[in-house]
């Protein structure tokens, strides 16, 4: 009987440990990144040897920072995925670069100097204290001689010199060495967030009915990288095509370095402005006043600071609603132009709170506050069988199609440009520059700067002024179908006749049939505009009062090429009827009577000049009072 049982508990456990799911780790290797304007597809593949039955795949030190609903798994041959499991493993801490291993254990090395150095320090302060609290000579039956007060007093002078002269060097040290700190603390804000993060861990539960060697892709989005589009904008002269280079600028702090990945950027997600201003309707009524042309806030700069009021370097800043973005300089410091209906500005880093705060000031200075990642576990089901769906199709922008010229380069900053074949992909909803060559990204928080595509567009250009607002002239290149180059809004750097000339916004958001492209200033041509006083009357006329009001604007073009000349001006615009706004001279300017807006458009030789003269007057009631500029 008891041999009986034995034989029975025997087949029991081996039962339990036949149907035991075995746990399999996988360390794999970042195979492909697709960069999303933010966020980014990172696709990782690892052949695998499965048994018959269960198996547990558990993949290790991915990024903290992985959306796991995002999570997708794809198995070839006769695999099923039974089900997909994203979780935090705050015990394996994700390993830190070698670079900020060294900052670390230089900041290590100097605290303990540093605590060293005050030990001694307080020392010094114990004997100061021993010196002066027995300074008294002598005592009460004893008494004191000449030659003992002057050796008391040389051997007092001695000893507190020397324990002076020691605290000061002291003091000099522990200095040196907290500026020492503050420099590598600086440093190791560049390259990373002081914080430590988890490590990411997926655990794929896969069944095969036989012993095989499948080809595990793991797919997912991941937060704390993004790219966003600059440009460099050249024209030689107005007689020849505008070059236009697309950059991408490109940042991962992922914590985990991308080694010779397949790159590709998806669209799917000084200090005076180069853009061109715009008129108001000019709307004449009672108690109403002319409009007011206050330059509207063109650019914003400032400083971004920690929970600890110390410079952020690297947080990115982007224009709410657009690609337009920048980032943060060593000491914290940003510069970003706005388009003209900018109203937010959005601040993030990698283990702060993500900030949206309204455009109020030229100058906004930032404090981030820490975020805290919580421990969360999603499961999400897939099957093997099934076709992956493209992550990309729900997060890309559209676009439309391509030509293209010239080589592309990526570089990080301060380092050499290095020519990186390129490859463009159209796609229904997006445009995919693909780079050819395997590229490293380091999870190191530094901008790179990608030149992906250089574009020869024929151009046809345009001075453009309103004298009223603004007496520069400002030059305007315009391109006709521009929708075949993909571009997105992003700021431009601005280069005519071989000088930068500063920057500007290349907006394609509400560009028509022709995208025009503000270069800038032309200070080689004048434009002055003055009242002028003979036609500025007033007269009583039966039961109403007419003003008369004059301008002489005067346009000089001091190239040596004849230039196009668009000049905008505008009378009021009545909206009651006992006010009559009748235009007397303009000087052949085409009149918008909607608007009031006045448009001369004409060609100017070198070195010769125009006038031209706007002269309107105003009729209404002698017991009103009108406001007319």
């Known amino acids: 009987m008891k041999a009986l049982n034995l034989i029975v508990l025997l087949l029991f456990v081996s039962n339990i440990f036949a149907q035991e799911i075995q746990v399999k780790e996988i360390k794999s290797e970042v195979n492909e990144v697709t960069v999303f304007l933010e966020g980014a597809q990172v696709t990782r593949t690892k052949k695998v040897e499965l048994m018959n039955g269960i198996t547990i795949l558990k993949f290790v030190n991915l990024s903290p920072f ?16 039974l089900s997909v499991n994203h979780q935090q493993n705050y015990i394996d801490k994700l390993e830190k670069p070698r670079d900020i291993k060294v900052l670390e254990s230089k900041i290590e090395e100097i605290n303990k100097q540093l605590n060293l150095e005050k030990t001694y320090l307080s020392i010094l302060n114990e004997e100061l204290a021993f010196l002066k609290e027995n300074r008294a000579i002598g005592g009460k039956y004893n008494e004191l001689s000449v030659t003992n007060l002057k050796e008391a007093a040389e051997y007092y002078s001695t000893k507190l010199t020397s324990i002076k002269l020691k605290e000061i060097e002291r003091n000099k040290t522990i200095e040196d060495l907290q500026k020492q700190k503050r420099n590598f603390e600086n440093q190791l804000k560049t390259l990373s967030s002081k914080k430590e993060f988890p490590t990411g861990e997926i655990l794929v539960k896969v069944r095969t009915k036989s012993k095989a060697y499948p080809k595990i892709e793991l797919s997912y989005l991941v937060e704390n990288t993004g790219w966003f589009p600059t440009y460099d904008i050249r024209a030689k002269d107005i007689s020849e095509p505008v070059e236009i280079i697309y950059k991408a600028n490109l940042r991962q702090d992922t914590k985990v370095n991308w080694n010779n990945v397949k790159l590709k950027f998806s669209s799917s997600n000084p200090n005076t402005s ?18 007011v042309y206050n330059r509207s806030i063109n650019s914003v700069s ?18 709410s609603g657009t690609s337009i973005g920048t980032t943060t300089d060593m000491n914290g410091n940003y510069s970003l132009t706005l388009p003209s209906n900018a109203n937010q500005l959005n601040y993030s880093f990698i283990g702060y709170e993500k900030q949206t705060l309204p455009v109020s000031s030229s100058v906004m200075n930032v404090y981030m506050n820490e975020n805290f990642l919580p421990l969360e576990e999603v499961v999400t089901v897939g099957y093997g069988s099934k076709k992956k769906r493209d992550l990309t199709s729900a997060l890309q922008g559209k676009v439309a199609g391509v030509r293209i010229r010239g080589t592309s380069s990526v570089r ?28 490293t990204i380091k999870s190191d928080n530094k901008n790179y700067s990608v030149d992906m595509i250089v574009y020869d567009v024929p151009a046809s250009y345009q001075y453009f002024c309103i004298p009223k607002i603004d007496k520069d002239a400002f030059l305007i290149a315009n391109i006709t179908d521009w929708e075949k180059y993909n571009l997105l809004e992003g700021e431009a750097n601005i280069f005519f006749e071989e ?17 025009q492209l503000s270069l800038g200033r032309d200070k080689n041509v004048s434009v002055s505009r003055e009242k002028v006083k003979d036609h500025t009357t007033k007269q009583f006329i039966g039961t109403k009062k007419e003003q008369t009001r004059g301008w002489k604007t005067t346009v000089k073009n001091n190239k040596s090429q004849k230039i196009q000349m668009i000049v905008l001006d505008q009378i009021p615009v009545s909206r009651f009827e006992e006010i009559e706004v009748e235009l007397q001279a303009s ?23 125009k006038e031209l003269e706007l002269k309107y007057s105003v009729k209404y009631p002698k017991s009103r009072k009108l406001n007319i500029e």
């Open 302 to 319: 400032g400083q971004v600071f920690d929970h600890e009021k110390s410079p952020l370097p690297g947080v990115t800043v982007v224009v």
């Open 66 to 81: 992985i959306d796991a609903k995002s999570v997708q798994i794809k198995a070839n041959g006769d695999v099923t995925v």
């Open 587 to 609: 000087s052949g300017g085409k009149y918008e009577k909607e608007s009031g807006e006045i448009k001369w458009n004409f060609t100017l030789d070198p070195t010769n000049k």
């Open 412 to 439: 990080s900053r301060g380092s050499e440009s290095n020519a990186i074949p390129f490859q463009k992909t159209e796609n229904q909803t997006s445009i995919n520059f693909e780079i050819k060559t395997p590229y």
């Open 499 to 515: 000088t930068y000339i500063g920057k500007t916004l290349l907006d394609v958001r509400f560009a028509s049939d022709t995208l």
């Open 274 to 291: 180069g853009v061109a201003p715009q008129l108001k309707t000019y709307y004449l009524g009672y108690n109403t006043k002319p409009p």
